[in-house]
């Protein structure tokens, strides 16, 4: 069976996260994806880890090898001419193009969809950009911590009341980059099925600080609604929901509802202490936060992580581990699931990676190929694709400009 | 086209608290009909939830949870443990495209909405469930609860201070992620249906969408069976890389200080000799301890104790302008006072949107976070009402008469 978007020819101008990420998972479904990097260089993905024994290696990096399975690479200097008529031959008979390029490197190189749209008028091109294609932050330099920090939701993670002095704490990896791709990714595909279905190519222009304002959860509006400011020194209102220690490992103890409350204590043999008012509903639970922690803290301290998660989910209370990826990889949900795959690549030997974020009944998520070396299908491409002659590809290649 | 890219896609939308409406969100931005079939006698989560206006709840419609989330949506009210009303819901299914949910593993087909009975309503039906932990596996029927998906999928033992215990992300970040991943997969399954006429049923564990954007860190194992350490706000690759103090704000709001901050990455030499200067410490440009990023990272305590105490004196907004100019990247920590009116940018974009709203009146709402040239989106309307489009529904989408509207209101099966 064919991918729900086989068919679907994408170039990708793309570093780092957001829009590898977005081209990413039209691969996965079977888009063809022709990644533009930088000669010599390659996307600054090359030069951030994981590495293998940590020694940084550009064939080996980890988070490459992931964002960038099922794509041919290219190299190009769009800063020249010739490769930026190279580019433009791509996108001739291409349906889609995703870049990441900041927008004074855009207007440097001469990049606009009014121009791509001369070669290809049914374009769609999507370009995600830290602060979007216009206003006054346009042309503001950012990285993930700054486009974190700029969507109101990096201020709302921390120690909480008791440690005002600790600063407001980055969520671990590229959260900003992730959540601008995958939005650019349903944005993209808008556009695409608009104009399958009787439109024309056009621009999408995303803005990864408002893909984070808009997954504010409910916190943005106590603004407008209330006049709160909410931020990591707000007490949580319902409580338990906290991680707590346990023999082996962290749990996370949730009860929301009352009925998961009480199955709780049941589940902990009825304590006396469970009996007090002060802890008599969510609400004031929240209150008395201070005291019920130090009582659940002794006891969630005397058992293991896996038989209290099943002792819980059993009396259907969602508590959940604090997975370490050891646990993960070695769940039996998972594997079950399938949920992992093992990709074997030419540098980097056979990994495992994290699998498919969604199983599609009718039209498979796979596999096909790993991570392409720096410009390991230059000749493929320019030659296979474009029809440029042997001859033309050297000088290229001579010039610096593949 | 003039409705947006999806005009004319219909979804019976199924969803609710935040993952799935935060996926039907994005359908209804681009202009697909989206009807949440809701019930009152139970309710969406989120329409109990804050913030409300002063405070306190006025009924399920007052909730801006709710109303941030299901903009531009249509509320259908249907009492299920009535005859009438799983007709309803199959009648409406005949008249769309897609139908979604987020209810654990079982519930759908319990309702008699499974994927097999729908196939036999509409045949190139297509279904998407946004489960906690998908429809196979031995933890399929396990309950999942928003924030404990965070810790469950890894991210709260990657993310943590130095030496400290697992943290949180300070929200429910595995939510949103599946409900866009949800609508990307929509939208990729209405496209392979536009192609070959085929509809399909898509099976979404939101555990298992979180860890598809958490590489760095199972990599890391995976390639060399170690865990990573929680590093705080550093950077392996950068320094300084961090969130620093600034100037309270200069008002205390509702009686409380509000500590301000300024985060700043600096992602190369250049950069950190220009942010030198704009510290007012050209001198450590070139100071060994601090010229190379490796001796910076070796040197990263001073490094930062240096930069807060310039950040100490300055206001949040003035200190990120302050490295703007001198071309280093840096940013309020934004909180939602900070975005909702002192975010010029975000006014001149046109991101937020004031529509009217029945019960709370015209309330600020964050808009769409993309632009399309050719098919212009906007949120159409402020969310409904529960049940506010029951009747027109009825009567316009599915052609019943009156009478039998009237009926169906009589045995209770509309609310």
């Known amino acids: 069976m064919a991918g729900a978007l086989a068919g679907l020819k994408v170039v990708e101008i793309g570093e780092l996260v957001s829009a590898p990420y977005t081209a990413k998972l039209m691969a996965d479904l079977g888009a063809e994806v022709i990644k533009i990097e930088r000669p010599a260089i390659g996307d600054i993905a090359r030069r951030r880890g994981p590495f293998p024994g940590g020694r940084p290696d550009p064939e080996r990096s980890g988070l490459f090898l992931y964002l960038n399975a099922n794509k041919y690479g290219v190299t190009v200097d769009l800063a020249q001419a010739e490769g930026f008529e190279l580019l433009e031959q791509l996108i001739a008979r291409a349906d889609v193009l995703i870049h990441n390029l900041w927008p004074p490197d855009m207007d440097r190189i001469g990049l606009s969809f009014d121009r791509l749209a001369q070669r290809n008028p049914r374009l769609v091109m999507t370009s995600i950009t830290p602060f979007g294609l216009g206003g006054s932050h346009r042309d503001w330099r950012a990285e993930e911590l700054t486009i974190w920090s700029s969507g109101g939701v990096c201020v709302l993670n921390g120690a909480g009341p008791n440690h005002p002095e600790l600063p407001p704490l980055k969520t671990s990896g590229h959260p900003a980059g992730f959540q601008a791709g995958a939005h650019a990714a349903a944005a993209t595909m808008g556009a695409v099925l608009a104009r399958v279905r009787g439109g024309v190519g056009q621009h999408v222009d995303v803005s990864a600080q408002e893909t984070l304002v808009s997954q504010n959860e409910m916190v943005f509006e106590y603004w407008p609604y209330m006049g709160v400011i909410a931020n990591r020194l707000g007490r949580k209102p319902l409580q338990p929901l906290e991680a707590m220690e346990c023999r082996d490992g962290w749990i996370f103890i949730c009860c929301v509802e009352e009925h998961q409350w009480r199955s709780f204590v049941a589940l902990m043999g009825n304590p006396d202490w469970a009996n007090e008012e002060i802890f008599s509903d969510r609400l004031k639970r929240g209150e008395n936060w201070e005291a019920l922690e130090i009582f659940l803290r002794e006891w969630v301290g005397q058992q293991t992580v896996l038989d209290l998660y099943r002792k819980a989910q059993e009396r259907r209370v969602p508590f959940a581990p604090v997975s370490t990826m050891g646990d993960l990889l070695n769940s039996e949900h998972l594997k079950a699931r399938g949920f992992f795959v093992e990709i074997e690549h030419p540098a980097a030997g056979r990994l495992t990676y994290p699998g498919a974020p969604i199983k599609y009944g009718a039209a498979p998520w796979q596999i096909r190929m790993p991570a392409p070396l720096l410009g390991q299908h230059n000749l493929d491409i320019f030659s296979g694709r474009l029809g440029l002659s042997r001859g033309r590809i050297d000088q290229l290649r001579s010039k610096g400009v593949i | ?415």
């Not at chain 2, 027109?392 to 019943?400: N, P, R």
Request: proline share 7%.
């Open chain 2, 1 to 415: 086209m003039a409705g947006g890219p999806l005009s004319g896609i219909r979804i019976a939308d199924f969803t609710w608290v935040w993952a799935g409406p935060y996926c039907t969100l994005q359908l209804a931005h681009m202009g697909a009909d989206v009807i949440r079939i809701e019930t009152a006698t139970r309710p969406c989560v989120t329409r109990m939830l804050p913030p409300w206006p002063g405070g306190k709840p006025a009924g399920l419609d007052s909730s801006g949870y709710y109303n941030q989330y299901n903009q531009g949506k249509r509320s259908l009210a249907l009492n299920f443990s009535q005859p009438g009303a799983l007709e309803v819901a199959r009648a409406l299914i005949a008249k769309s495209d897609v139908v979604t949910n987020n209810f654990a593993h079982g519930v759908m087909d319990r309702l008699g909405l499974g994927y097999e009975e729908l196939r036999k309503i509409k045949s190139d039906i297509i279904m998407i469930s946004l489960s906690g932990y998908g429809d196979t596996g031995p933890y399929r029927d396990y309950v999942a609860y928003g924030p404990a998906q965070v810790p469950l999928c890894g991210l709260s033992s990657l993310t943590g201070y130095i030496g400290g215990p697992p943290m949180h992300a300070g929200y429910s970040y595995a939510d949103p992620n599946a409900g866009v991943h949800g609508a990307f997969a929509v939208l990729a399954a209405l496209y392979h249906r536009e192609l070959t006429g085929e509809g399909q049923y898509m099976d979404m564990s939101q555990w298992e969408c979180a860890m598809a954007v958490l590489p760095e860190g199972i990599m890391e194992y995976t390639m060399n069976g170690t865990e990573p350490q929680r590093i705080g706000n550093r950077d392996p690759w950068m320094a300084p890389h961090g969130i620093f103090r600034c100037k309270d704000r200069a008002e205390k709001v509702l009686g409380f200080t509000i500590d301000q901050f300024v985060a700043v990455a600096v992602s190369d030499d250049a950069a950190w000799q220009r942010m030198a200067a704009a510290i007012g410490r050209p001198e450590l440009a070139h100071d060994p301890k601090f010229a190379a990023l490796a001796a910076r990272k070796s040197n990263e305590d001073e490094l930062e104790s240096i930069i807060e105490s310039w950040s100490i004196g300055q206001n949040a907004p003035q200190a990120a302008g302050i490295l703007q100019n001198a071309g280093v990247a840096a940013f309020v920590v934004a909180d939602n006072k900070y975005l909702s009116e002192e975010d010029q940018h975000l006014k001149d974009r046109g991101y937020f949107v004031n529509l009217p709203h029945p019960v709370v009146g015209t309330r600020q709402h964050c808009g769409i976070p993309w632009k399309m040239s050719a098919t212009p989106i906007a949120v159409r309307s402020a969310a409904p009402t529960l049940g506010q489009h029951t009747h027109e529904i009825l009567s316009q989408v599915l052609g019943l008469p009156e009478a039998e509207i009237a009926r169906l209101r009589e045995s209770g099966a509309l609310e």
